[in-house]
């Protein structure tokens, strides 16, 4: 079970790598590219298909405002055929050239498909930042 928790987290890891780096490319070979995958972004409706989710991670990656993907608290529930992470995702953008954080409570489920891994959902959902944190960057 270890083995496959390793696996899991290196494939979560890899869709936040490409998050950051705004790389469509691996994100295709990560999600499940087919009518069954869903995405939730922050303040957006349910996105159905593949299609749709490419088009979304594309708009986002030519805001060109995302600048790093931090993830912490993760945990994982992993059984044979279907793997769920949960973890904060701390995002800095720059809007109107000013550094922005936000925060991010975040699902994504994978599932096994012919012997492979795949994203099959991407929840996320907006953390509020209490004003009296004390951080470095402007907090939205």
């Not at 499940?32 to 298909?49: M, Q, R, V, Y």
């Not at 012919?114 to 996320?124: C, E, G, K, T």
Request: glycine share 4%; hydrophobic share 40%.
């Amino acid at each position: 079970m270890e083995k496959l928790k390793k696996q899991i987290i290196e494939l979560n890891n890899r869709f936040y790598q490409a998050l950051e780096e705004g790389d469509i490319s691996t994100m295709e070979e990560i999600w499940l590219t087919d009518g069954n995958a869903k995405c939730i972004h922050p303040g957006w409706p349910l996105l159905t298909g593949w299609d749709d989710i490419k088009n979304s991670w594309e708009r986002i990656f030519e805001s060109g405002e995302l600048s790093e993907v931090e993830i912490s608290d993760t945990f994982v529930e992993i059984n044979q055929s279907a793997a769920l992470i949960n973890c904060i995702e701390k995002l800095r953008h720059y809007i109107g050239g000013q550094m922005v954080m936000t925060m991010a409570q975040t699902t994504n489920v994978f599932e096994m498909i012919d012997s492979r891994w795949y994203m099959v959902l991407h929840h996320a959902s907006p953390i509020p930042v209490p004003r009296s944190e004390n951080y470095s960057d402007t907090l939205q």
